[in-house]
């Protein structure tokens, strides 16, 4: 079974400044998808950026990139020019590219943002 | 947009009662889910649906059934429900069915209900 590891139950930053959210997996497939969702405070669980297994090039959008490191099994999330908006709890997912459920995602336990003014 | 509702934003029960919570979306999407999130286990996943009264149960499907009579509904059950069941519960929908698993068709989630049992 997969698993989905976030070390850091909290992590903050200052408005403007960068910040990375560590998210490592445990999987046995070579195809795969992996996920950052953003769950702002009392607001819906939204997707922020995802990344195919097969693609070596890192995701990025817009303020919001990855650092995909396969081998390693490692996937983590650069905020950019943090806002704060920003402010959120994140949640890294991974879903297989087989049929093994319809789309099962397995979530990490996730990483509350906190952005300081 | 995509819209995912749940019935309540909170919930209070008894232990022993029977809950339903409820979720509707309204994108004719073919899947749905649903999610218990608890502080530092991050979401787990129940049952999920991937077609009208289909069903297959999901990591943590013990005390919890689930009822899909019409598409854009998805109900979850707490046949009895229990005080370790108290949690924040969200619903979620993707578009495709089982022929199609791209990384596009992402999960659009549901506001959260948050139930305690007492």
């Known amino acids: 079974a997969q698993t989905v590891t976030q070390s850091q139950p909290e992590m903050s930053v200052q408005e403007a400044e960068t910040v990375t959210l560590s998210c490592t997996y445990d999987?046995?497939?070579?195809?795969?998808?992996l996920f950052w969702y953003k769950q702002p405070p009392s607001r819906q669980m939204i997707l922020v950026i995802r990344?195919?297994?097969?693609?070596?090039q890192n995701a990025t959008e817009n303020r919001f990139s990855v650092n995909f490191q396969k081998a390693a099994k490692s996937f983590s999330l650069k905020i950019s020019d943090s806002q704060l908006g920003d402010a959120a709890m994140y949640f890294c997912a991974y879903r297989s590219s087989f049929y093994q459920g319809a789309q099962k995602l397995v979530f990490g336990q996730g990483t509350r943002l906190t952005i300081n003014p | 947009d995509v819209k995912v509702t749940q019935s309540s934003r909170y919930l209070v029960k008894r232990t022993g009662e029977k809950v339903f919570l409820e979720c509707v979306q309204d994108m004719d999407h073919e899947n749905m889910f649903w999610y218990r999130q608890d502080p530092g286990l991050g979401l787990r996943l129940i049952y999920f649906?991937?077609?009208?009264?289909?069903?297959e149960k999901g990591d943590i499907p013990e005390g919890y059934s689930v009822s899909r009579e019409k598409k854009e509904r998805f109900s979850l059950i707490l046949e009895s429900a229990s005080t370790n069941q108290t949690s924040m519960y969200l619903c979620?929908?993707?578009?495709?069915?089982?022929?199609?698993?791209?990384?596009?068709?992402?999960?659009?989630f549901g506001p959260g209900t948050r139930l305690t049992v007492t």
């Open positions: 649906s991937y077609d009208v009264k289909m069903k």
């Open positions: 990344q195919e297994a097969y693609k070596q």
């Open positions: 999987t046995s497939e070579s195809d795969y998808y």
């Open positions: 979620a929908s993707s578009l495709e069915g089982q022929g199609f698993r791209g990384p596009e068709d992402e999960q659009y």
